[in-house]
């Protein structure tokens, strides 16, 4: 059986660990579409490598909370003359 059959791989991001234990294919597949997420530094590794890397933190944890959709506009401030 072929490594890249085996579920031995994980895909990490600047995130941590997005998920482990995939089919390469699997793991190709989530990067990119994580890549489509605008989630940078995706990359395909061994679960052996990916828990060395990042310990068994998973990217959940360490996501930062979403930005709101809309930004409140400041109100420009008219000054008298």
């Given at each position: 059986m ?7 791989w ?6 941590g ?18 890549q ?46």
């Amino acid at each position: 059986m072929s490594e890249l059959q085996e579920a031995r791989w994980s895909v990490i991001s600047e995130r941590g660990r997005e998920a482990a234990s995939l089919r390469y294919a699997e793991a190709a597949r989530l990067m990119r579409e994580l890549q489509g997420q605008k989630v940078y530094g995706t990359c395909v590794v061994s679960d052996e490598a990916a828990h060395r890397l990042n310990g068994s933190t998973p990217a959940a944890m360490n996501a930062t909370p979403p930005l709101p959709k809309t930004i409140p506009k400041k109100r420009a401030v008219r000054r008298k003359k």
